[in-house]
T-cell receptor, first 114, second 111 residues
Framework: GAGVSQSPRYKVTKRGQDVALRCDPI?????LYWYRQALGQGPEFLTY????????KSGLPNDRFSAERPEGSISTLTIQRTEQRDSAMYRC????????????FGDGTRLSIL | SQQGEEDPQALSIQEGENATMNCSYKTSINNLQWYRQNSGRGLVHLILIRSNEREKHSGRLRVTLDTSKKSSSLLITASRAADTASYFCATDGGSNYQLIWGAGTKLIIKP
């Protein structure tokens, strides 16, 4: 596609539910990144893929968070047993080559946990 | 944890004036980038400056980098209402993929 596409744009769910956030990177981009951004703050790194391989997941807050990119294109970030503190904007970015800058961002998914 | 710190946190100026924002960071870098975030939208890349560069221009944007002071500045000349946004600096912190961000400067351009 023309840009990075994230869905849904907004997600409201009850505490304890699982959520899956989707990212469709720019076509042909090798690298894909997930960030989380709290209100009034800059993004914080969560995880990074080259093709289908998850290269770094050190930013995932705990084991309720996981991400996959099974075919090296679309990626899903899954949060299990959501908690209120998980509420944030979740941002996905992609770049053409491994470690290439700049990163191109989607509009994000605003997640609200009630 | 966040590496960069933008200064000021908020800036309000009249249309046509110049806006200057500063960023400080903590570790050595390969490059530093500036992004803009309009309300409710994605982050848009503005400019990238490499660690061996001291100044870079792009249209009305001018970025400087002082690696000895671990600081950068973004100057927007002849500001327009459409420049109203939050501006973030991001560094690679020496890695080739993980961007480390400041908390941003909120810029308001008054017509």
């Amino acid at each position: 596609g023309a840009g990075v596409s994230q869905s849904p744009r907004y997600k409201v769910t009850k505490r304890g539910q699982d959520v899956a956030l989707r990212c469709d990177p720019i076509s042909g981009h090798v690298s894909l990144y997930w960030y989380r951004q709290a209100l009034g703050q800059g993004p914080e790194f969560l995880t990074y893929f080259n093709y289908e391989a998850q290269q770094d997941k050190s930013g995932l807050p705990n084991d309720r968070f996981s991400a996959e990119r099974p075919e090296g294109s679309i990626s899903t970030l899954t949060i299990q047993r959501t908690e209120q503190r998980d509420s944030a904007m979740y941002r996905c970015a992609s770049s053409p080559m491994a470690g290439h800058q700049p990163q191109h961002f989607g509009d994000g998914t605003r997640l609200s946990i009630l | 944890s966040q590496q960069g710190e933008e200064d000021p946190q908020a800036l309000s100026i009249q249309e046509g004036e110049n806006a200057t924002m500063n960023c400080s960071y903590k570790t050595s870098i390969n490059n530093l980038q500036w992004y803009r975030q309009n309300s409710g939208r994605g982050l848009v890349h503005l400019i990238l400056i490499r660690s061996n560069e001291r100044e870079k221009h792009s249209g009305r944007l001018r970025v400087t980098l002082d690696t000895s002071k671990k600081s950068s500045s973004l100057l927007i000349t002849a500001s327009r209402a459409a420049d109203t946004a939050s501006y973030f600096c991001a560094t690679d912190g020496g890695s080739n993929y993980q961007l480390i961000w400041g908390a941003g400067t909120k810029l308001i351009i008054k017509p």
